[in-house]
């Protein structure tokens, strides 16, 4: 990514949720970009801090989570120029941040029909949408409702003003909330697992919708799925997730074709592969995603990983290593560090 022009960058990036039970470290030194105009894919197991990232670019954590670390740094256009911003300098309820949200930087959430009020109806959403963006009247908040829901491709737009979210199918709502994402006409668009409840034709359908959508509006997306076709379907590159950290980054076709991670390779290793004969049981990762309040020292896959090696993964978090430009990877397989660190000195 290093020739093209970085809209998103996230540098260092630490959430972490302070309960009774003990601090969960829910995003834990995250750092990747998002050029302009691209996808980037984000990828892992539930609860590796894939949403959390998500919703921490737009200061969206709720008590007792806090960000505590880092920097999430955005190129706005301002006045007709551009300038590039700290996000996490903003309060949460800020004015600066209320004017990005939704508009300058959007999200579609993960499960449409409680991210819907039930008790309004599809227009009044909408239209409140284009209200706290646009200075128009209600009628005209109303009419841009009825050409952003043409413009997801639902049927007959003017008539689905006046439904509510209880009346549409779970297709039709997640193009509503593509809808209201684009009410501000947003250079990024953060898309959290947007096919998750949705049959296989609605998804291929919303996916399609999705990438003329971009090219039409020329906006950047932050996808994150647990879906390895999706992934290869939408995103021009990748970051593997695992316990809060970023494990692998690198493009779409490297991760494919040559992945390095060890969790990286389980997962992929773990899908069955049509018009390929399956000799004896489908691969599992061995054992389970640990607590979030016990994390294992070291490297946190070290339990379930086939290539541990004791007395280097289990003493120190092994660092980002550059296999090539856009390829990294932490792993002490491909590390350096590892003779050093396993006489007990921490990363």
Same mark, same amino acid.
């Given at each position: 990514?290093?020739?093209?022009?970085?809209?998103?960058?996230?540098?260092?990036?630490?959430?972490?949720?302070?309960?009774?039970?003990?601090?969960?470290?829910?995003?834990?030194?995250?750092?990747?970009?998002?050029?302009?105009?691209?996808?980037?894919?984000?990828?892992?197991?539930?609860?590796?801090?894939?949403?959390?990232?998500?919703?921490?670019?737009?200061?969206?954590?709720?008590?007792?989570?806090?960000?505590?670390?880092?920097?999430?740094?955005?190129?706005?256009?301002?006045?007709?120029?551009?300038?590039?911003?700290?996000?996490?300098?903003?309060?949460?309820?800020?004015?600066?941040?209320?004017?990005?949200?939704?508009?300058?930087?959007?999200?579609?959430?993960?499960?449409?029909?409680?991210?819907?009020?039930?008790?309004?109806?599809?227009?009044?959403?909408?239209?409140?949408?284009?209200?706290?963006?646009?200075?128009?009247?209600?009628?005209?908040?109303?009419?841009?409702?009825? /050409?952003?829901?043409? #413009?997801?491709?639902?049927? &007959?737009?003017?008539? *689905?003003? =006046?439904?509510?979210?209880?009346?549409? @199918?779970?297709?039709?709502?997640?193009?509503?909330?593509?809808?209201?994402?684009?009410?501000?006409?947003?250079?990024?668009?953060?898309?959290?697992?947007?096919?998750?409840?949705?049959?296989?034709?609605?998804?291929?359908?919303?996916?399609?919708?999705?990438?003329?959508?971009?090219?039409?509006?020329?906006?950047?997306?932050?996808?994150?799925?647990?879906?390895?076709?999706?992934?290869?379907?939408?995103?021009?590159?990748?970051?593997?997730?695992?316990?809060?950290?970023?494990?692998?980054?690198?493009?779409?076709?490297?991760?494919?074709?040559?992945?390095?991670?060890?969790?990286?390779?389980?997962?992929? /290793?773990?899908?069955? #592969?049509?018009?390929?004969? &399956?000799?004896?049981? *489908?691969? =599992?990762?061995?054992?389970?995603?640990? @607590?979030?309040?016990?994390?294992?020292?070291?490297?946190?896959?070290?339990?379930?990983?086939?290539?541990?090696?004791?007395?280097?993964?289990?003493?120190?978090?092994?660092?980002?290593?550059?296999?090539?430009?856009?390829?990294?990877?932490?792993?002490?397989?491909?590390?350096?560090?590892?003779?050093?660190?396993?006489?007990?000195?921490?990363?």
């Amino acid at each position: 990514m290093t020739t093209e022009q970085k809209l998103l960058q996230i540098k260092d990036l630490r959430t972490h949720f302070f309960t009774e039970n003990g601090v969960v470290r829910a995003v834990d030194g995250v750092s990747f970009d998002i050029p302009v105009g691209k996808t980037l894919g984000v990828l892992g197991e539930s609860g590796c801090g894939k949403s959390v990232t998500g919703y921490a670019i737009l200061q969206l954590i709720n008590s007792p989570g806090r960000i505590v670390g880092g920097e999430v740094l955005f190129e706005r256009e301002k006045n007709g120029r551009k300038e590039v911003v700290d996000l996490l300098k903003y309060g949460a309820r800020s004015e600066e941040i209320r004017q990005i949200r939704g508009n300058e930087i959007a999200m579609i959430f993960q499960e449409p029909m409680t991210s819907l009020d039930p008790l309004f109806t599809i227009g009044d959403q909408l239209a409140e949408a284009v209200l706290v963006h646009q200075k128009v009247s209600k009628r005209s908040a109303m009419d841009r409702a009825a /050409e952003l829901l043409d #413009k997801v491709r639902l049927p &007959q737009a003017r008539d *689905l003003l =006046t439904k509510y979210p209880h009346q549409l @199918s779970g297709g039709m709502r997640q193009r509503v909330m593509i809808a209201m994402a684009l009410t501000g006409h947003p250079r990024l668009l953060i898309a959290d697992e947007p096919t998750t409840a949705l049959d296989v034709t609605t998804e291929a359908q919303i996916l399609e919708l999705m990438r003329s959508l971009q090219e039409e509006f020329g906006m950047a997306i932050l996808f994150i799925t647990h879906d390895l076709g999706v992934i290869a379907e939408m995103a021009e590159s990748v970051v593997v997730m695992y316990m809060g950290k970023v494990v692998e980054k690198t493009d779409i076709q490297t991760l494919f074709e040559n992945p390095k991670h060890p969790y990286t390779k389980a997962l992929l /290793e773990s899908i069955p #592969k049509i018009g390929h004969k &399956q000799e004896g049981p *489908l691969h =599992t990762i061995e054992g389970m995603v640990p @607590s979030p309040f016990d994390i294992p020292r070291g490297c946190s896959f070290h339990p379930r990983c086939s290539q541990f090696m004791a007395g280097v993964c289990d003493e120190a978090v092994p660092a980002e290593t550059f296999l090539e430009d856009t390829h990294s990877v932490r792993c002490y397989l491909y590390s350096k560090q590892a003779e050093g660190d396993s006489n007990g000195n921490r990363t």
